[in-house]
């Protein structure tokens, strides 16, 4: 039996740490169907895309995209890729809403992962993904960030969140958590590391993974 533990950097604003964490579930469930004893945890750690992004409310993220990859045209060809990788992976990206200051986002991840585990903080990611790439929502938006950690499959205290989402708890800590991934040279997200040593870069396909666990287990013989 192998236990893995994987760590995640990841920005709940980049729309390919959502296709690489459905790449990754994929793998698991593969991986799982000949090694059924094999374990997984799986912890979540923030990088800021947009340091500088807006605080609440936000701006429109169409705008956002436009300035920052030059036009519409661009963005256009960028959100065509992104429908069509995301719909093999049962994502229906919508682009609509604001974007903006992805801290607080971090913060939740961060204390749900702190005070209930690793599982109930995946969930969470999970449900700030689709709030914010599939539902419109805006990631500045602390009632959005209360509904993702306690009407998700979270199901999170309602009065723990709100207490947390109403002080800075973890500001600190997750700005460390950047700053850290940025000194070991992650430039880009999502960002994979494997049984502490194994780095995967990128939404890469569930092979590339699979090739990792067989490494993992080979490692153990």
Wanted: aromatic fraction near 10%; include cysteine; glycine fraction near 8%.
């Amino acid at each position: 039996m192998t236990n893995f533990k994987i760590d995640i950097v990841s920005d709940t604003v980049c729309p390919w740490c959502y296709i690489g964490h459905r790449r990754l579930s994929k793998a698991i469930a593969q991986h799982t169907q000949s090694n059924p004893a094999d374990t997984f945890s799986i912890a979540w750690h923030a990088f800021y895309l947009n340091p500088d992004g807006a605080p609440y409310p936000g701006i429109n993220k169409r705008e956002m995209y436009e300035t920052k990859f030059g036009g519409p045209q661009r963005v256009n060809a960028m959100f065509a890729r992104l429908s069509a990788v995301g719909a093999s992976e049962g994502i229906n990206f919508a682009y609509g809403g604001n974007t903006g200051k992805t801290k607080d986002s971090h913060r939740l991840v961060y204390l749900t992962g702190q005070n209930y585990g690793v599982e109930k903080q995946g969930k969470v990611v999970e449900a700030l993904f689709k709030a914010y790439f599939e539902e419109e929502k805006n990631i500045t938006d602390k009632a959005v960030l209360l509904q993702a950690a306690t009407e998700s499959a979270a199901q999170l205290p309602k009065d723990v969140v709100q207490g947390w989402l109403d002080s800075d708890e973890a500001g600190k800590e997750v700005d460390r958590e950047a700053n850290e991934a940025k000194a070991k040279f992650v430039t880009g997200v999502p960002n994979f590391t494997i049984q502490g040593k194994y780095v995967v870069e990128g939404a890469e396909d569930p092979s590339q993974f699979l090739e990792v666990f067989k490494q993992v287990k080979s490692d153990e013989k």
